[in-house]
Structure formats: C-alpha cells, structure tokens
C-alpha cells in the first residue's frame, strides 16, 4: 500500500474496521475465538493509519450503503443477543467487501493474490482452530474464508474472459 500509488476509499475503511472491532468485542465478550477478528481490527486500524499518512484517500459509491450497515449492525448489537450482532456484522463485512470482487472482476491484475491467499490461510486457520461449532466460534472465519475464496476465484480469471 505504502509504494503502490492505489487509492484506498477512507469511510470503507473507517466502516470496516467499525465492524471489525465490533465483532472483535462481543466475541471476546463471549468468550469466543477472538484473536482472528482482533487481528483484523489491528491490520485495519494500520491500514487507516497508513493510507491517512500517504494521503491516498477517496470516497467510494458503496461507503453510504456501507454506513448504513455498521448502523444496522450497532442497532442489531444494542437490541438483540451478542451472537445476532456477530452474525449481522459478518454479512456486513462480507457485503462491504462486494466492491472490491466487483473491481478484481473487470481488473483481475490488480489483485495482490498473495495477499489475499494469506488472508484465505488465516481464515482457514481460524475456522479449524475453533473451540466449539458456537456461533462466536466460526461465523466470523467462515464469512471471511468465503469472501476470500470469492474474491481470489475472480482474480484468476484469464484476461479473455474479462468484460469490458
């Protein structure tokens, strides 16, 4: 990110990790396997930081709907059960993801794969490593590792296959 020039939408990234310490709170509130949703709270905390320092910030078309979300889900978290708010923010998350399947669709050479392999990985490991099948225990690696398997499965199309 540092070298590469991209543009990183500022308010996606604020939202994002709006969802991700959420489910990071209720799932150590819960007592559940938190270490891989607070480790994404962290690497998007830094990812902010990063992209606020190198100034290659932008709005996006998709941060209001995505707004909207994170307050749906802070909604979900006051009124409801922690699990309802672990759920709700895991279809967030993996619904604010959908812009970035939708750009490595028409542009598959963007993806940085390794990247996105490593994060396949560590949702792998994270659904393996859970204690129980509770839903604090897998929803948030399981949504994850789909959205990978999603995101990498576009990346590799051939370039013939592309739309314009």
Same mark, same amino acid.
């Given at each position: 990110?540092?070298?590469?020039?991209?543009?990183?939408?500022? =308010?996606?990234?604020? %939202? #994002?990790?709006? %969802?991700?310490?959420?489910?990071?709170?209720?799932?150590?509130?819960?007592?559940?396997?938190?270490?891989?949703?607070?480790?994404? !709270?962290?690497?998007?905390?830094?990812?902010?930081? !990063? !992209?606020?320092? *190198?100034?290659?910030?932008?709005?996006?078309? =998709?941060? %209001?709907?995505?707004?909207?979300?994170?307050? /749906?889900?802070?909604? /979900? #978290?006051?009124? =409801?059960?922690?699990?309802?708010? $672990?759920?709700?923010?895991?279809?967030?998350?993996? $619904?604010?993801?959908?812009?970035? /399947?939708?750009?490595? #669709?028409?542009?598959?050479?963007?993806?940085?794969?390794?990247? #996105?392999?490593?994060?396949? !990985?560590?949702?792998?490991?994270?659904?393996?490593?859970?204690?129980?099948?509770?839903?604090?225990?897998?929803?948030?690696?399981?949504?994850?590792?789909?959205?990978?398997? %999603?995101?990498? =499965?576009?990346?590799?199309? *051939? *370039?013939?296959?592309?739309?314009?």
């Amino acid at each position: 990110m540092l070298g590469s020039g991209a543009v990183q939408p500022l =308010s996606s990234t604020l %939202l #994002w990790l709006s %969802l991700n310490a959420m489910n990071a709170f209720v799932t150590f509130s819960q007592g559940g396997n938190h270490l891989l949703v607070t480790g994404y !709270t962290l690497g998007t905390a830094v990812t902010l930081i !990063t !992209t606020l320092y *190198k100034g290659s910030y932008a709005f996006a078309k =998709s941060d %209001l709907p995505v707004a909207g979300l994170v307050v /749906i889900c802070f909604a /979900i #978290w006051q009124l =409801s059960s922690g699990d309802a708010a $672990i759920i709700a923010a895991s279809t967030a998350a993996f $619904i604010a993801g959908l812009p970035l /399947i939708r750009l490595y #669709w028409h542009n598959p050479e963007l993806c940085d794969k390794l990247t #996105w392999f490593l994060f396949l !990985t560590a949702n792998l490991c994270g659904l393996f490593g859970a204690k129980s099948f509770a839903i604090n225990q897998w929803v948030f690696p399981a949504s994850a590792l789909l959205y990978a398997i %999603l995101l990498l =499965s576009v990346s590799f199309r *051939k *370039k013939s296959e592309r739309t314009v």
